[in-house]
């Protein structure tokens, strides 16, 4: 019986690759870098950022060195911590002033909520700066549970970061349904860890995935 919708974060209720390519492009003239090509060094950024924030959920690096990875990687530079926190600094400020919720993410919220479900949230990020990002897009006073990999032995698509977050639900993985963007972590790693999934195609990506979605506008789902 479905007692839960378990959301993620990034690019399913926040636009975060929206966000990304703002700040950078504004970022990068001041580093003395062209933008002659921006969709090539936006997608350069975040396979960088996707690969070191990885290692992140590993536990191979912290949370302050997966950003210093992304920024020598991307710049060739051989910068020391000091000044790579500096560098990341400029895009940060101009990443969190980009933070907007999709359109579609309250209505959605609300109408779990008023099904009678717990809206409940998984993301694979910082809790701190999860949090802030659900403060400054208005969705935090819809969100029952938020559960960041922070607080979970390992991120997702690790089985334990399912299994985990049910615990801390309190109820059976069979009762949750979860509702993301990514095929690995948000689709086939619930499913592989007993909950129910629907992966959110905004862009229609994934017509093999016979449980998708294109807006959040479809949950919860009927019946």
Not at 1 to 28: C, I, N, P, Y
Not at 132 to 141: A, M, P, S
Not at 168 to 188: C, F, H, R, S, T
Not at 197 to 216: F, M, N, Q, Y
């Amino acid at each position: 019986m479905l007692k839960v919708v378990l959301f993620d974060l990034d690019d399913t209720l926040v636009d975060q690759e929206g966000a990304s390519r703002a700040a950078l492009l504004d970022w990068l003239p001041g580093l003395g870098l062209d933008l002659d090509d921006p969709d090539e060094l936006v997608t350069a950024w975040l396979t960088i950022a996707e690969a070191a924030y990885s290692r992140y959920q590993r536990r191979e690096i912290t949370f302050a060195e997966q950003r210093r990875v992304r920024v020598r990687e991307f710049l060739g530079a051989d910068a020391s911590d000091d000044e790579a926190d500096e560098l990341f600094s400029g895009y940060l400020s101009r990443y969190e002033r980009a933070w907007t919720a999709f359109d579609d993410a309250v209505p959605a919220l609300r109408r779990v909520h008023d099904a009678g479900l717990v809206v409940a949230l998984l993301t694979n990020g910082d809790a701190a700066h999860q949090r802030l990002k659900l403060d400054r897009t208005g969705l935090t006073d819809h969100l029952d549970v938020v559960v960041a990999s922070d607080d979970l032995p390992a991120g997702k698509p690790d089985p334990r970061a399912y299994a985990v977050t049910c615990e801390i639900l309190g109820v059976a993985a069979g009762d949750v349904l979860m509702v993301g963007n990514d095929v690995e972590k948000d689709y086939q790693g619930p499913l592989d860890a007993g909950l129910g999934a629907v992966l959110l195609d905004r862009e229609d990506r994934h017509p093999e995935i016979p449980d998708r979605i294109k807006t959040l506008d479809e949950v919860p789902p009927a019946g």
